[in-house]
């Protein structure tokens, strides 16, 4: 994390009110993380007189809750000299705190308190996952050293960091977003973080944020357009929203336009009002911004920039009998893609400029690209094929090949060539890719790995665009070993849809955010079986293949697709 920001949520007193992410470990449980309030308030906790050891270190573990500046109320249940000492801007997410007993060492004593790791935040509210099991690690042990003070137990000794089990995180805790531009400036990319601030307290939290950049993954892949800071910007949570930002009047239209798009899309998660709007200052005078005509502007007024404004679509179409299905009318799509016999086994679909369909289809584990009249095949090297999908924003195929990780892009003269990949996991890639997907903003990539021993885990990584190259950046775990993934979809820009299964369990459809939180398990109620393939998108409602037949999901249950009687057919997307 970039020095400036710790500084920025020191100097505000905000590091420790927004380390925190809700999380969802158990199966078949999903915890939404699309709450549009403010996190639960928490009541003022102090120390009880006369309370036990045990009664103190449970006290601190509630208070720590709270996120008022400096964890205030937590640091009452220290000595002064932990107090002082005490480094909060970190927190360990655990499934639950279990408070030993106390075991006495001298004039002290030592209380131990145990819980099993779901995941850990740094001090800008990046999450990091655990990747154990079905993402709940192995027990750990919280040590706490406690000594007399005026006759009443303290905390002398812990280790640094907040300790909060995961039911705090999902009552208190909010995600929030941050957003950059893609490397093309045409389309912002979220960043997901966590908080449990709200108003004011929020808003100079999140300007601080954005000020100091992306997370690390995404660093190669974005761009910040706010200037190079001279003086201190300031935000202040009023009707309209007031950013002031030196430097500003200096930018060209373009720049102030995607700057204005950065600050209303980051910002407005202060108000919690659909149309809120922003007003941005230098030096005290208000800025003019072309894209919203005046000195005033909202979310609205730069729609197209959104990361899902450019979506997979509300059409939807899977395969039968070796041809495409549109979903609409459960007839073949005309041409020679909907003839029965072709061998399709899956199909990815978009519109060119000229709004004309370009199909991209492996038939017999055979790549074909053209239109729904001709398809040629494409010479890939030997070897097993994902399903292909085409990236947002450009007009390449992209498509996992072989047993040993590689992914081809084949550019629109049907020339394939294979994405170079980096990554901070060693031995990279893993095994055979099963499936990839673009999010709607085209910055990442989720692919799903079946390594050579067979198990089957989310991947994600950042597409980084170069003039002459494209690659995956930061290309690492998402989901847990436990947790057996065979196939993928983007619900949104920020959150995934898995088919996948846990040990003793059937398979069934999970989320999980694009951070590796929120890992939860939805019901098969209504499948006739275990789902075998997903199919998203923003504002749609999902779309399963199970016993080789169509479903959607309606609430908490699943129906057949697209009538009220089973349809026959598998893979299914969504495309223009």
Same mark, same amino acid.
């Given at each position: 994390m970039k020095r400036g920001l710790i500084g920025l949520l020191l100097a505000l007193g905000l590091v420790a009110g927004c380390t925190g992410v809700p999380t969802d470990s158990a199966p078949l449980v999903v915890r939404t993380l699309d709450r549009d309030g403010p996190g639960v308030s928490q009541a003022n906790i102090t120390p009880k007189p006369g309370g036990d050891e045990r009664d103190i270190v449970d006290g601190f573990l509630s208070a720590a809750v709270a996120a008022d500046a400096g964890h205030s109320q937590a640091r009452?249940?220290?000595?002064?000299?932990?107090?002082?000492?005490?480094?909060?801007?970190?927190?360990?997410?655990?499934?639950?705190?279990?408070?030993?007993?106390?075991?006495?060492?001298?004039?002290?004593?030592?209380?131990?308190?145990?819980?099993?790791?779901?995941?850990?935040?740094?001090?800008?509210?990046?999450?990091?996952p655990s990747l154990k099991g079905t993402g709940i690690g192995d027990p750990e042990t919280f040590t706490f050293d406690l000594i007399q003070v005026d006759g009443q137990w303290r905390i002398?000794?812990?280790?640094?960091?907040?300790?909060?089990?995961?039911?705090?995180?999902?009552?208190?805790?909010?995600?929030?977003?941050?957003?950059?531009?893609?490397?093309?400036?045409?389309?912002?990319?979220?960043?997901?973080?966590?908080?449990?601030?709200?108003?004011?307290?929020?808003?100079?939290?999140?300007?601080?944020?954005l000020l100091?950049?992306?997370?690390?993954?995404?660093a190669q892949a974005v761009i910040n357009e706010a200037p190079d800071q001279a003086g201190r910007p300031t935000v202040v949570d009023s009707d309209p929203i007031v950013v002031e930002m030196p430097g500003t009047n200096q930018l060209d239209a373009g720049g102030r336009n995607r700057l204005a798009a950065q600050l209303a899309y980051t910002l407005t998660q202060i108000r919690f009002?659909?149309?809120?709007?922003?007003?941005?200052?230098?030096?005290?005078?208000?800025?003019?911004?072309?894209?919203?005509?005046?000195?005033t502007f909202a979310v609205v007024n730069f729609s197209a920039d959104g990361p899902d404004s450019v979506t997979p679509g509300a059409r939807s179409y899977f395969v039968r009998d070796g041809a495409v299905i549109d979903g609409i009318d459960?007839?073949?799509?005309?041409?020679?893609?909907?003839?029965?016999?072709?061998?399709?086994?899956?199909?990815?679909?978009?519109?060119?400029?000229?709004?004309?369909?370009?199909?991209?289809?492996?038939?017999?584990?055979?790549?074909? !690209?053209?239109?729904?009249?001709?398809?040629?095949?494409?010479?890939?090297?030997?070897?097993?094929?994902?399903?292909?999908?085409?990236? +947002?924003?450009?007009?390449?195929?992209?498509?996992?090949v072989g047993p040993r990780g590689a992914i081809y892009r084949i550019s629109p003269d049907g020339v394939p060539k294979q994405v170079s990949i980096t990554s901070p996991v060693a031995g990279l890639p893993p095994g055979q890719?099963?499936?990839?997907?673009?999010?709607?903003?085209?910055?990442?990539?989720?692919?799903?790995?079946?390594?050579?021993?067979?198990? !089957?885990?989310?991947?994600?990584?950042?597409?980084?665009?170069?003039?002459?190259?494209?690659?995956?950046?930061?290309?690492?775990?998402?989901? +847990?070993?436990?947790?057996?993934?065979?196939?993928?979809?983007?619900?949104?820009?920020?959150?995934?849809?898995?088919?996948?299964?846990?040990?003793?369990?059937?398979?069934?459809?999970?989320?999980?955010m694009s951070d590796g939180s929120a890992l939860g398990g939805l019901t098969n109620i209504g499948l006739p079986g275990p789902p075998t393939s997903i199919a998203a998108a923003p504002q749609q409602s999902p779309?399963?293949?199970?016993?080789?037949?169509?479903?959607?999901?309606?609430?908490?249950?699943?129906t057949s697709f697209p009538g009220n009687t089973p349809t026959p057919g598998a893979n299914p997307i969504y495309a223009p």
């Amino acid at each position: 994390m970039k020095r400036g920001l710790i500084g920025l949520l020191l100097a505000l007193g905000l590091v420790a009110g927004c380390t925190g992410v809700p999380t969802d470990s158990a199966p078949l449980v999903v915890r939404t993380l699309d709450r549009d309030g403010p996190g639960v308030s928490q009541a003022n906790i102090t120390p009880k007189p006369g309370g036990d050891e045990r009664d103190i270190v449970d006290g601190f573990l509630s208070a720590a809750v709270a996120a008022d500046a400096g964890h205030s109320q937590a640091r009452q249940f220290l000595t002064n000299a932990a107090a002082r000492k005490w480094q909060d801007s970190t927190v360990t997410v655990v499934d639950e705190t279990t408070v030993g007993v106390a075991t006495k060492t001298g004039a002290g004593a030592t209380v131990e308190v145990s819980g099993r790791r779901v995941g850990q935040l740094d001090a800008s509210g990046v999450f990091s996952p655990s990747l154990k099991g079905t993402g709940i690690g192995d027990p750990e042990t919280f040590t706490f050293d406690l000594i007399q003070v005026d006759g009443q137990w303290r905390i002398d000794q812990l280790q640094p960091g907040v300790l909060i089990k995961q039911s705090s995180f999902e009552r208190s805790y909010l995600p929030r977003k941050l957003y950059f531009y893609d490397l093309a400036e045409t389309t912002l990319v979220p960043d997901l973080r966590y908080c449990a601030l709200s108003g004011q307290a929020l808003g100079n939290w999140l300007l601080a944020a954005l000020l100091a950049g992306p997370r690390p993954e995404l660093a190669q892949a974005v761009i910040n357009e706010a200037p190079d800071q001279a003086g201190r910007p300031t935000v202040v949570d009023s009707d309209p929203i007031v950013v002031e930002m030196p430097g500003t009047n200096q930018l060209d239209a373009g720049g102030r336009n995607r700057l204005a798009a950065q600050l209303a899309y980051t910002l407005t998660q202060i108000r919690f009002v659909p149309g809120a709007q922003l007003r941005l200052t230098d030096s005290g005078r208000s800025v003019n911004i072309p894209a919203a005509q005046g000195t005033t502007f909202a979310v609205v007024n730069f729609s197209a920039d959104g990361p899902d404004s450019v979506t997979p679509g509300a059409r939807s179409y899977f395969v039968r009998d070796g041809a495409v299905i549109d979903g609409i009318d459960n007839k073949p799509v005309t041409g020679a893609l909907g003839q029965a016999g072709r061998g399709l086994s899956s199909v990815a679909l978009r519109r060119n400029a000229a709004g004309e369909l370009q199909v991209a289809a492996v038939a017999r584990n055979v790549l074909q !690209m053209g239109s729904t009249a001709r398809l040629a095949r494409v010479r890939l090297p030997a070897g097993a094929l994902s399903r292909p999908e085409w990236r +947002p924003h450009a007009a390449d195929v992209w498509v996992g090949v072989g047993p040993r990780g590689a992914i081809y892009r084949i550019s629109p003269d049907g020339v394939p060539k294979q994405v170079s990949i980096t990554s901070p996991v060693a031995g990279l890639p893993p095994g055979q890719v099963l499936a990839l997907r673009f999010s709607s903003d085209g910055v990442r990539l989720a692919a799903v790995l079946r390594a050579a021993g067979g198990a !089957m885990t989310a991947w994600i990584g950042s597409v980084v665009t170069s003039s002459s190259d494209v690659r995956i950046d930061s290309f690492e775990p998402l989901t +847990p070993a436990g947790l057996a993934v065979r196939d993928l979809a983007w619900a949104d820009a920020t959150k995934l849809l898995l088919v996948a299964q846990a040990p003793n369990d059937e398979a069934r459809v999970w989320q999980v955010m694009s951070d590796g939180s929120a890992l939860g398990g939805l019901t098969n109620i209504g499948l006739p079986g275990p789902p075998t393939s997903i199919a998203a998108a923003p504002q749609q409602s999902p779309l399963v293949s199970a016993s080789d037949s169509i479903w959607t999901q309606q609430g908490s249950s699943w129906t057949s697709f697209p009538g009220n009687t089973p349809t026959p057919g598998a893979n299914p997307i969504y495309a223009p």
